[in-house]
Structure formats: C-alpha cells, structure tokens
C-alpha cells in the first residue's frame, strides 16, 4: 500500500514537474524569444505595418480602407425616408477597390474594420444569353455580380470625368469594379490610379503633372522584378496626396 502510494507520488510530482518545465519553456521563454527577434530584425512588420500620419497611427500598409464623406444628419438627407444617406466617396482622395470589407478613414485616427471575405457567386453570375453583362444595371439579376459590376463601372466613369478629361468604358481596369478575395486590399492597379488623376488634381487644386508624378513615385513594382503586378498602395498616395495639398 505504501509502496503503491509512494509510486503514484512521485508520478504526480514528475508530472507537476514537467508542467512546469513545459510552461515556463513554451508559455515564457520562447514567445519571448520570438517576439524579441520580430522586433528586432522585422520591427514594421511584427507590429502590423503601420503607416503614421502627423505622427498619429491611420492605419495598416495590409489592411484597405475607404475615403467616404460624413454622413448627413437624418433631417438633412435628400433620400426622404432613410435615416442615413448612403455613404458617398470623397472625390477629393483616390478610391480603393470596391468592397463591404473596408474600415473607412479620412486619413485621421479613426479606423474600423468590419468584415474580410469575397462575393462567392461565379463569374458568370447575372450575364445574359449572350454571355454579356447587360449595359444597363437596371436590366441586369438583382443582386447578381454583373448588376455590381456594371453599377460600379458607370459610378466609376461618371465619377473621374471632368471638363476636359472624359473616361471611356474600356478605360475602367478590373480592380476598378471588383473586390480582392480577401475583400480588404490595400493596393490597386497603376492604370486605376492614374484613371483618378485629373479628377484628384482638379478636387485638390493641383495640376495634372504634380498628381500624375505622386503616382508614379508611389507604384511599386513586381516583386523581384517578375512576380505579381506592379501595385499603388491607396494610404501612402492619400497620405502623400495630403502633404502635397497642404504645401
């Protein structure tokens, strides 16, 4: 009885042991270790790409946001019964892609994300017949993909046009009218931005040159030099765009 009593002791007591042992190894001693090396060797990174602006955090390099303007009060909307107008685009800053997913930021301290995931419906999903999406997005499926797309293709024509710059329908780049899988991307497409150029120079009270140059300054290539595309990261440009106004 003794002897069994004294077994199951010292079982318990190297169990306790090697809990203890374990829990100060994984639970103390190599987090900290990781977590020293990531701020270390990959500070930006480990603390989630910040980007600052005026010395205040706006927002992530990895996470899209969206430039709206503040919504009106319900007794000063124009839409009768909604409480809320619908949030509308600042034309004053470049747009990212389309998408639900977006925080919404006016290059400030305020930034909430909201939800990250893409549309699953095919690509297909609302064409006609003929394997086209109808022109008019009044005539396409409710709800369906192509009634998203072609909505967002005439938002984004009739938004960059200008008295002396007019947006032709084969103009409009895809990550102009659609959302990234993810639905959260910070970047878009060179030929996206500079589709906005005489729209932002114009809003801004800058000339064409100076914002087509932001641009170019802020297009970062293909990694390596042959993988992916070459991306404008949508923060950095307004940012930018910002200190260039301002000057």
């Known amino acids: 009885m003794n002897n069994s009593f004294g077994n199951a002791a010292r079982l318990i007591g190297a169990g306790l042991r090697a809990l203890l042992v374990l829990t100060l190894v994984t639970g103390v001693l190599y987090p900290l270790l990781v977590t020293g090396v990531a701020q270390g060797l990959f500070n930006d990174k480990a603390n989630g790409s910040e980007i600052k ?4 955090v706006v927002g992530s390099a990895l996470i899209g946001q969206t430039y709206y303007l503040p919504l009106k ?40 994300l909201i939800l990250s995931g893409a549309t699953n419906r ?6 006609g017949k003929d394997g086209k999406c109808p ?19 005439d938002a984004v024509i009739a938004d960059n046009e200008t008295a002396t710059y007019k947006v032709k329908p084969s103009d ?3 990550d102009a009218v659609t959302s990234s899988g993810s639905g959260l991307d910070p970047d ?15 809003k801004n009270n800058l000339t064409v040159a100076q914002v087509d140059k932001l641009v170019d300054d802020h297009t970062d290539g293909r990694i390596l030099g042959f993988m992916g ?15 260039l106004a301002k000057g």
Do not use: M
């Open 122 to 127: 095919s690509g297909d999903n609302g064409v």
């Open 53 to 56: 602006s005026d010395g205040k």
């Open 229 to 243: 595309e070459p991306t404008v990261n949508v923060l950095k440009l307004n940012i930018a765009l910002k200190e």
């Open 172 to 174: 409009v780049p895809a």
């Open 188 to 202: 878009i497409s060179p030929e996206y931005a500079k589709l906005q150029v005489h729209r932002v120079a114009e």
């Open 73 to 112: 009060a319900a007794s000063d909307s124009t839409t009768g019964d909604d409480a809320e107008e619908a949030p509308r685009p600042d034309l004053k800053w470049f747009q990212p892609r389309p998408s639900n997913g977006l925080g919404s930021n006016s290059v400030n301290t305020q930034y909430s």
């Open 135 to 153: 022109t008019d997005p009044t005539k396409a499926e409710e709800g369906s993909l192509c009634q998203q797309v072609v909505a967002a293709k």
